[in-house]
């Protein structure tokens, strides 16, 4: 009992550094007396009750079970921000691991996994010039099938066939996104304050930083979450070339001039085809050699074109789901199949027993139905 006591109270100290909390941060948050109890049972000199575990393991951001396992616990995925950011940097990953580790485990629960591996390509993103990580992203297109307009299948191929975890999570009005690859798969991390046709470009952007992991994943660690600006760069050149197939929008392009010259409207048109900022296609177009940098410098510049691209924007847009449609669909079958108490269902999805049902019907789901039946079929 002693070695227990102490196994745990060691991993929840490891737990509370890892998230630079204090005892006395750890207690009030947890709900409990005195920051002398979490001494207590950090030294392994006190007994946990059910409720203050419980307690502790939300607020550390882990689950009850891997705190309490015999074996220790595989070492967690290395996150790659695009951008430090400059609070609770700790916390945000740690619920980011934490939630892939969850959609893991509804994963197995339901004996789903994707219908392929993400391929993990050799090539160091150190070394590569802008020209070759655009070939990347005509390979990574072709490959993946995105089709001619990228934007609007990207997100449902990657999740679907090759299970990456998209997550949403606010982070400002500056807030980066991240990935990682590690025990539960690869994921992203995006910002769900981003406008839709950048949060597109932010979700090619980290599929640059998967695809080349084997070679980012070293260079992440001996930076401490970050890669230089150069490979930055390069991730954006990718994000660029895949959303806008040279192919397709020299095509696109050819359609829209007349005599040799462009609308500032057939621009906005564009932009909104492929689901893309103005800026992302002015540069694209400029790389092509459509656009001079001259031409391409003014049209940034253009108090007309900013406003038309204003005001031909939706005054309001949906934000992205608080959850994965498919990450609550693997719970509700789960539950549904007797792998999950009503209790532990509530808590994957983040809401109290009294919210359970409003949450799921926010998902298209009803508590009182199954929808894990069996069909007959002839």
């Not at 070695?3 to 204090?22: M, V, Y």
């Not at 689950?63 to 995925?77: C, F, I, N, S, T």
């Not at 050819?254 to 893309?276: F, H, N």
């Amino acid at each position: 009992m002693d070695e227990l006591r102490q196994r745990l109270g060691r991993r929840i100290r490891t737990a509370r550094n890892s998230l630079s909390l204090t005892q006395q941060q750890l207690a009030r948050e947890a709900s409990l007396p005195a920051p002398q109890v979490v001494s207590q049972i950090e030294k392994g000199e006190r007994e946990v009750k059910a409720w203050e575990l419980v307690n502790i393991a939300r607020v550390l951001r882990v689950e009850v079970g891997e705190l309490l396992k015999v074996e220790e616990p595989a070492p967690r995925g290395v996150v790659l921000w695009r951008e430090l950011p400059t609070e609770n940097r700790e916390i945000r990953e740690a619920e980011f691991v934490r939630d892939c580790e969850r959609y893991a485990l509804l994963e197995r629960l339901c004996g789903q996994r994707a219908e392929s591996d993400l391929p993990q390509w050799q090539e160091d993103p150190r070394h590569l010039t802008y020209e070759e990580a655009a070939a990347l992203a005509e390979k990574a297109r072709r490959e993946f099938d995105f089709g001619s307009r990228p934007a609007h299948a990207l997100a449902g191929v990657l999740e679907d066939r090759y299970g990456v975890k998209i997550w949403y999570r606010s982070l400002g009005a500056d807030g980066s996104a991240a990935s990682m690859i590690g025990p539960a798969g690869p994921a992203i991390l995006m910002n769900a304050d981003e406008v839709p046709w950048r949060r597109n470009f932010s979700i090619a952007h980290e599929l640059f930083h998967l695809l080349t992991w084997p070679k980012t994943a070293t260079r992440v660690q001996e930076t401490g979450g970050t890669t230089e600006h150069r490979i930055e760069q390069l991730a954006n050149s990718f994000a660029s070339a895949i959303l806008l197939p040279e192919e397709s929008l020299r095509s696109a392009l050819a359609r829209r001039r007349k005599e040799g010259r462009l609308l500032l409207a057939d621009l906005i048109e564009l932009a909104r085809e492929y689901d893309v900022s103005t800026q992302a296609l002015l540069y694209r177009l400029m790389n092509l050699g459509e656009l001079g940098s001259d031409e391409a410098t003014s049209l940034l510049n253009s108090a007309a074109l900013r406003t038309l691209d204003r005001t031909s924007r939706p005054a309001a847009w949906a934000r992205p789901p608080e959850l994965p449609e498919r990450y609550v669909r693997l719970a509700f079958i789960a539950y549904h199949k007797g792998k999950l108490s009503k209790a532990r269902l509530a808590e994957l999805l983040g809401v109290g027993l009294a919210d359970l049902n409003a949450k799921l019907k926010d998902y298209g789901f009803d508590e009182g139905e199954d929808y894990t039946a069996e069909l007959r079929t002839a």
